[in-house]
């Protein structure tokens, strides 16, 4: 068996080089060949020199244009080897034992050629169309695929032996421009399938999001000092303050529509 490790990049050269050295380290049966598939999505950071260094840190390495991660992704499936295909982050580290819980998984339980362990065999990415490249950023492409392909019929297992660590330092306001992110991608979603309006929120426009300027203000100054000083602002504050930012990139992005 050949399995293709594809990892889209974007200007995260120090956690892309933790994430290859740790693949390095990955034990895998007697008779498993393992390629890694890097695909830079236009990085500017000295990514494309680094990865084009000797020795190769990668199998192959392939370039284009900033699309965002679905199109990356896809098209390391494309140029990929392996009749297994599983997927990392470049900021997602593995640990020990990753790699060979996926690879037992598929041997135990891929007797129809039709199950996803957080990664599938390559046909079957592809029968199903892959991840939809309108989706800007990485998020809810990868739930959109497989909410579509688990209604065709894919078999999704969880195993939690395949871990990975996901590497962020994150402050709220900092996390608050990544839930607008995610609220815009939501919007996309919520176009492909309308019936999961509830499942994203949606619902709760009309009633939640439209706090009064005020309050949304005051609650900022909550979070801004609750970044500087540990333990005065409640979880329930960084929970409404979050809530409201997933919630104003939602309605953008329907409204958009």
Same mark, same amino acid.
């Given at each position: 068996?050949?399995?293709?490790?594809?990892?889209?990049? /974007?200007?995260? $050269?120090?956690?892309?080089?933790?994430?290859?050295?740790?693949? &390095?380290?990955?034990?895998?049966?007697?008779?498993?060949?393992?390629?890694?598939? +890097?695909?830079?999505?236009? #990085? #500017?950071?000295?990514?494309?020199?680094?990865?084009?260094? #000797?020795?190769?840190?990668?199998s192959r390495v392939l370039t284009? &244009?900033? &699309?965002?991660?679905?199109?990356?992704?896809?098209? !390391? +499936?494309?140029?990929?080897?392996?009749?297994?295909?599983? /997927?990392? !982050?470049?900021?997602?580290?593995?640990?020990?034992?990753?790699?060979?819980?996926?690879?037992?998984?598929?041997?135990l339980f891929d007797g129809d050629?039709?199950?996803?362990?957080?990664?599938?065999?390559?046909?079957? /990415?592809?029968?199903?169309?892959?991840?939809?490249?309108?989706?800007?950023?990485?998020?809810?492409?990868?739930?959109?695929?497989?909410?579509?392909?688990?209604?065709?019929?894919?078999?999704?297992?969880?195993?939690?032996?395949?871990?990975?660590?996901?590497?962020?330092?994150?402050?709220?306001?900092?996390?608050?421009?990544?839930?607008?992110? *995610?609220?815009? *991608?939501?919007?996309?979603?919520?176009?492909?399938?309308?019936?999961?309006?509830?499942? $994203? !929120?949606?619902?709760? $426009?009309?009633?939640?999001?439209?706090?009064?300027?005020?309050?949304?203000?005051?609650?900022?100054?909550?979070?801004?000092?609750?970044?500087?000083?540990?333990?005065v602002v409640t979880a329930a504050?960084?929970?409404?303050?979050?809530? $409201?930012?997933?919630?104003?990139?939602? &309605?953008?992005?329907?409204?958009?529509?």
């Amino acid at each position: 068996m050949q399995a293709s490790i594809v990892i889209p990049t /974007f200007n995260r $050269l120090a956690a892309l080089r933790r994430v290859l050295a740790a693949l &390095a380290q990955q034990w895998r049966p007697t008779g498993v060949e393992m390629e890694v598939v +890097v695909v830079d999505d236009g #990085s #500017s950071d000295g990514t494309p020199e680094w990865l084009s260094s #000797s020795p190769a840190p990668a199998s192959r390495v392939l370039t284009q &244009a900033n &699309a965002g991660p679905a199109a990356a992704r896809n098209r !390391g +499936v494309e140029a990929a080897a392996g009749e297994l295909v599983l /997927f990392l !982050g470049d900021d997602t580290v593995p640990q020990p034992g990753w790699l060979a819980a996926h690879l037992e998984e598929h041997r135990l339980f891929d007797g129809d050629g039709a199950l996803a362990v957080l990664g599938l065999p390559r046909a079957e /990415f592809l029968r199903h169309g892959g991840f939809r490249e309108d989706f800007p950023a990485a998020a809810w492409e990868d739930i959109e695929f497989a909410y579509r392909a688990a209604r065709q019929g894919l078999r999704v297992r969880y195993q939690p032996r395949a871990r990975t660590l996901h590497e962020h330092c994150v402050r709220p306001r900092t996390f608050c421009r990544r839930q607008m992110t *995610s609220g815009l *991608s939501a919007a996309i979603f919520h176009r492909l399938h309308p019936e999961l309006g509830d499942f $994203l !929120g949606v619902h709760l $426009l009309d009633r939640r999001w439209r706090a009064p300027r005020l309050r949304s203000a005051l609650l900022a100054l909550l979070v801004a000092c609750g970044e500087r000083v540990e333990g005065v602002v409640t979880a329930a504050v960084y929970r409404r303050f979050l809530d $409201l930012c997933y919630l104003r990139g939602l &309605a953008a992005g329907l409204h958009s529509r």
